[in-house]
């Protein structure tokens, strides 16, 4: 099976983000690299959760590439775009469409900002709507945006540009890559294959290992059986745990997976672990096991945060600096404080917002890890960790 990535389509309003997936999705189609999406209803977003809860809006195309495929994700709003990077395991790459005829925006700045706090790195940008104006006016464009980017952190002069109009691909559709409307599409995927770097597996990631629950065994070990979430754990391999506050070096002396002894477990599967340095007593359920150059262990950290609307069964009120609450990570609770920017009073519901959340332990935490958000015992939102903090 090819790989799958996740590519976040961002851009202003109206400067052609739907009419680029509608136009990719019927030319593509004649061609069996993905199927046939009507304009409609990726404008309309027709992903959107209509019951209770958090609702996701989003309009999505899977797009088969040279040696991997591509999840295509469009947003109907800001607030959305937000959402989807909070709850998304990992947005892979962005494909950035700007209007040739207009230039960049504000939003396009604000988009570009927050995908990069939250650690995309590769980008392929269109300058779409480009038979509307001189090629000179193009140029000045190209290289708007290509200060823009250097200006937000992204490798500028390695990101691919690519010139056409969505709406003339979209009216014809032929799928032909020899094409005058319809060429710049196949351009636009050959550059998704060429710049976006395919992730990091979970396995080839230091070990992140969630306890369930743990007891005593034989020999004066103590038995863990929990969820390898990351990364991989062998015989004899050192780790770490945080008991009382405390970081505290361990050894796995054997292991098994689905009761049978094992060399070698990786993510992600359940696994049951024979621990040397700790007691049964000191360990508890929701604790976490890392490998020594692993995730450090932190009370502080700098994350993007989306606050429920009280139709998303939040809250009704705003919130200022100083609110504690409860942080989430894989159902392991931990209290925490908000702490907001100089330039922020308050954060509304149905707003986002950067902060900085302090926390009453340390933790083993690192750059986009998600977590809930609850306060009292109701969720109140959904966050992801951009930086972890000494």
Not at 1 to 19: P, Q, R, Y
Not at 27 to 32: L, M
Not at 365 to 379: M, Q, R, T, V
Request: charge should be negative; glycine fraction near 10%.
């Amino acid at each position: 099976m090819a790989k799958e990535l996740t590519i976040a389509v961002i851009g202003h309003v109206d400067h052609g983000k739907s009419s680029l997936l509608a136009a990719m999705s019927s030319s593509f189609s004649k061609i069996g690299l993905t199927t046939m999406v009507p304009y409609e209803q990726i404008d309309l977003a027709a992903s959107g959760n209509s019951g209770p809860g958090l609702k996701l809006n989003r309009a999505e195309l899977k797009i088969a590439g040279k040696n991997r495929d591509y999840r295509l994700l469009d947003f109907p709003s800001h607030q959305d775009f937000i959402k989807s990077l909070v709850t998304s395991d990992s947005i892979d790459g962005i494909l950035l469409v700007v209007s040739a005829a207009d230039g960049t925006m504000p939003q396009t700045r604000e988009h570009l900002q927050l995908a990069k706090e939250v650690g995309a790195a590769s980008l392929v940008f269109v300058l779409n709507k480009a038979d509307m104006v001189s090629a000179h006016l193009q140029d000045m464009v190209e290289a708007e945006v290509r200060g823009l980017l250097k200006e937000k952190g992204f490798p500028a002069d390695k990101c691919p540009a690519v010139r056409g109009s969505a709406l003339l691909a979209r009216n014809c559709g032929c799928g032909q890559k020899d094409c005058p409307k319809c060429s710049f599409l196949f351009a636009v995927l050959e550059a998704l294959d060429s710049i976006i770097e395919d992730p990091a597996s979970e396995s080839d990631k230091p070990l992140f290992f969630r306890i369930d629950e743990s007891s005593e065994a034989p020999f004066g070990l103590t038995l863990a059986k929990g969820s390898i979430l990351k990364g991989c754990v062998k015989k004899d391999d050192r780790a770490r745990i945080i008991l009382g506050g405390q970081v505290k070096e361990i050894a796995v002396k054997a292991l098994e997976t689905e009761g049978t002894q094992a060399e070698k477990a990786c993510a992600v599967s359940q696994a049951s672990l024979y621990i040397e340095g700790v007691k049964a007593g000191e360990m508890e359920g929701g604790a976490f096991i890392t490998a020594l150059t692993g995730n450090k262990p932190v009370k502080a950290f700098r994350a993007l945060v989306y606050i429920f609307r009280k139709e998303e069964s939040g809250r009704d009120t705003p919130f200022r600096s100083g609110l504690k609450a409860d942080f989430s990570f894989w159902g392991t609770r931990t209290v925490g404080t908000f702490e907001l920017p100089p330039d922020r009073e308050m954060v509304m519901p149905g707003d986002s917002a950067i902060v900085s959340v302090k926390l009453a332990s340390k933790f083993f935490a690192e750059d986009g890890f998600a977590f809930s958000i609850s306060e009292g015992g109701k969720n109140i939102g959904i966050g992801k960790i951009v930086e972890v903090m000494e």
